[in-house]
């Protein structure tokens, strides 16, 4: 069954609503004597599925997959000491197939899509839903209509949907705007809406936290990027899944971070109100967290109420110095949302919310090749040769004093 979160209505799975007739947020509920055990899954492959039991769809349903999940957790070593902790791993959600988190979602929300009939799906998206419903879209023999805010799109995302075909309707304003044009059309129920209203999408998403859990154990803190705030409800809803059905006895803090200039949720922290403070028009180089409107406001509050935890901003310039942290020490190449997540860490442990021994788990939702323009923006040197031999002098130059270096 779907549970509206506002009224406690029901309704049958089989209904195509993802808004209750009070115009509350639905869920999925998970029955409480579902019958699991880690050692149900430990035999199956490390991907989303692993946990289907968890994942409460109509036993007939064909999964549409493209072997999402079982993404890597990385021990950070040379980044931690800058960030002030000694146990901090990342989750790095672009080894998905489409690069990001939002597969998790995707596989699970087109699988029923498939299921109830529908032909066309559509989603509002700052590019990475949109790059991963046109995937999956394609793999289920879908339409995949996206509805996209004019400008700042970063260039790899855009990509990907004109890649699998996707018909592209361009919206003046922000992604918040795109967005009340998928809520009216699937009011109108002109074609099945994609986004993280949907509560499907939820119940793949929430998956990530089973693989952190499993894996390492439940850490103090799990930190990740805000926009719409469907992510953080996600795992929240994962975590105390968990905790109900007996598979874990405690639950870790949740730290959101949103860049400073589309930051509602963090000023409603900030100031201890009970809703965001929306704002009109938001601004960050991190354009996938570009919202002034999160939807999933709601949740997003029960899981910071209830997870005692906290909400901080960065500034694009902690994002930037972030995202060349991880890029330069660590090896791993995340876009600007994600690397607002590191920033939003050194910010917490600086302002001691969070211990050097604790254990920390990042979420970096996005793989840096989606944002291209900002990934090579960064510094550094170039030397134009003017012959081969030219070439091998300025090599050899460069290389005498690394060599030379002890470390
Ligand atoms: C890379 C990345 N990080 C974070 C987010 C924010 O997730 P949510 O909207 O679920 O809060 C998004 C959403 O588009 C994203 O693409
Ligand atoms: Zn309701």
């Given at each position: 069954m779907i549970k509206c979160i506002l009224c406690g209505s029901k309704f049958d799975v089989y209904e195509r609503r993802v808004l209750c007739k009070c115009g509350g947020l639905l869920e999925v509920e998970l029955q409480c004597n579902t019958r699991v055990s880690w050692s149900l899954f430990k035999n199956r492959s490390f991907r989303l599925w692993r946990y289907r039991e968890l994942i409460p769809l109509p036993s007939d349903v064909n999964i549409v997959s493209l072997c999402e999940g079982g993404t890597p957790l990385i021990r950070l070593t040379s980044s931690s000491e800058v960030l002030g902790v000694k146990n901090v791993f990342l989750k790095f959600e672009g080894a998905n197939p489409t690069g990001s988190f939002k597969d998790r979602g995707m596989t699970v929300a087109i699988s029923i899509a498939k299921h109830l009939g529908v032909k066309t799906v559509m989603c509002a998206s700052t590019g990475n839903t949109s790059a991963s419903m046109t995937a999956y879209a394609a793999r289920a023999g879908l339409k995949p209509i996206i509805i996209l805010p004019k400008r700042g799109i970063a260039k790899g995302k855009i990509s990907q949907a004109i890649l699998h075909g996707a018909e592209i309707v361009f919206v003046r304003g922000y992604f918040d705007d795109a967005l009340r044009v998928v809520m009216e059309a699937s009011l109108k129920g002109v074609a099945y809406p994609l986004n993280s209203i949907n509560p499907w999408r939820i119940e793949g998403q929430k998956t990530v936290a089973y693989e952190i859990v499993e894996e390492i154990g439940v850490p103090d803190w799990i930190i990740l990027p805000v926009g719409n705030a469907g992510n953080i409800s996600a795992v929240w809803k994962g975590l105390t899944e968990l905790r109900r059905l007996g598979l874990i006895d405690r639950l870790p803090r949740l730290a959101g971070v949103q860049a400073s200039g589309a930051a509602p949720l963090v000023q409603a922290f900030k100031r201890g109100l009970e809703k965001p403070v929306f704002i009109d028009d938001p601004k960050t180089i991190a354009s996938a967290i570009r919202i002034g409107k999160?939807?999933?406001?709601?949740?997003?509050?029960?899981?910071?109420?209830?997870?005692?935890?906290?909400?901080?901003?960065?500034?694009?310039?902690?994002?930037?110095?972030?995202?060349?942290?991880?890029?330069?020490?660590?090896?791993?190449?995340?876009?600007?949302?994600?690397?607002?997540?590191?920033?939003?860490?050194?910010?917490?442990?600086?302002?001691?919310?969070?211990?050097?021994?604790?254990?920390?788990?990042?979420?970096?939702?996005?793989?840096?090749?989606?944002?291209?323009?900002?990934?090579s923006s960064h510094p550094i040197r170039v030397h134009n040769a003017t012959s081969i031999n030219d070439a091998v002098e300025i090599i050899g130059k460069i290389s005498s004093i690394y060599e030379s270096s002890k470390t």
């Open positions: 999160p939807v999933n406001w709601p949740r997003a509050m029960k899981a910071l109420r209830e997870s005692r935890g906290v909400m901080v901003d960065v500034s694009d310039e902690e994002i930037i110095e972030a995202q060349r942290l991880l890029a330069r020490r660590e090896g791993i190449g995340v876009e600007p949302a994600s690397a607002a997540a590191i920033a939003g860490l050194k910010k917490l442990r600086e302002a001691h919310y969070i211990d050097k021994d604790e254990l920390i788990v990042v979420i970096a939702t996005g793989h840096a090749l989606k944002d291209p323009d900002q990934a």
